[in-house]
């Protein structure tokens, strides 16, 4: 079998939670098809001692449990051995990192693996981020009970980059984000629903017109949801016409 356009080696207490979301739409595809792999490696096999313990006491007391570094090093170190990769990065999910952002995600699609670390309880013991970890990422200012969800946020958005992975009537360049600012709004039929009309230029097969009409709706919709990115949408240097529809 050809190898994966991108590999991610996931780290966790839990690999039963992965099961769900990547068995369906984009990324379940895109795994049948090999255009992405991603393992699922449990912590627990990487354990110390005969009872394969993975957690302990937090020093300095304060209650709360930590998971030690020993099991991530190994397990980390095993995924190297057994699956050699060109270009790597160890990503420890953390709601202290970096942003999981657009760019972010575009960046790291750029890798041949990812490890993604998870962590449970109070944490994973420092020295992990310190000698092991390339990166920490957070998913947002919200602590969630372990790395698990924010890890397949992770793969997700990652995987969108890859070409392949998105079917062709989906594209990450049309999408919120790609061009700095919001996507416009979408509509399906019917045109009238429960007396909510399609905007009309959408009906009227003028292409120009519907262009525009999209351009100056993502700018609206940037400008109200999203003040933060107006200065990084192009959309916003271009004079602003009247509005249609
Ligand atoms: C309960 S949290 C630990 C939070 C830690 N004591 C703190 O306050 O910074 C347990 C694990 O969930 C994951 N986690 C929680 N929130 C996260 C976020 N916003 N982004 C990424 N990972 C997160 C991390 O892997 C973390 O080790």
């Given at each position: ?24 739409g ?17 912590l ?8 394969r ?68 309880y ?11 970890a ?15 969800l924010?890890?397949?946020m ?5 995987s ?11 594209a990450v ?73």
């Amino acid at each position: 079998m050809r190898k994966a356009a991108l590999e991610f080696d996931v780290v966790t207490l839990f690999p039963g939670a992965f099961a769900g979301p990547l068995a369906y739409g984009m990324l379940g595809r895109a795994r049948r098809s090999g255009v992405l792999a991603v393992r699922l490696h449990d912590l627990r096999r990487f354990g110390v001692g005969p009872h394969r313990q993975v957690d302990d006491a937090t020093y300095g007391g304060g209650g709360g449990m930590v998971l030690r570094p020993e099991p991530f090093f190994e397990a980390v170190e095993w995924i190297r051995e057994r699956f050699p990769a060109r270009s790597e990065r160890v990503v420890l999910l953390s709601p202290q990192g970096k942003r999981l952002v657009h760019g972010e995600a575009a960046r790291l699609a750029g890798h041949e693996r990812i490890v993604l670390l998870c962590g449970r309880y109070e944490g994973i013991d420092e020295r992990v981020r310190e000698g092991l970890a390339d990166e920490e990422l957070s998913v947002g200012d919200v602590v969630v009970t372990g790395g698990e969800l924010p890890a397949l946020m992770v793969i997700d958005a990652v995987s969108r980059f890859v070409p392949g992975v998105l079917g062709r009537e989906e594209a990450v360049e049309s999408d919120s984000f790609s061009e700095g600012g919001l996507d416009f709004p979408h509509y399906t039929r019917p045109a009238t629903y429960r007396g909510l009309d399609v905007p009309e230029v959408l009906l009227s097969g003028d292409h120009g017109a519907i262009e525009r009409w999209r351009s100056e709706r993502a700018l609206e919709a940037t400008r109200s949801k999203r003040p933060d990115l107006v200065a990084t949408d192009p959309r916003s240097r271009a004079p602003r016409r009247r509005q249609r529809g």
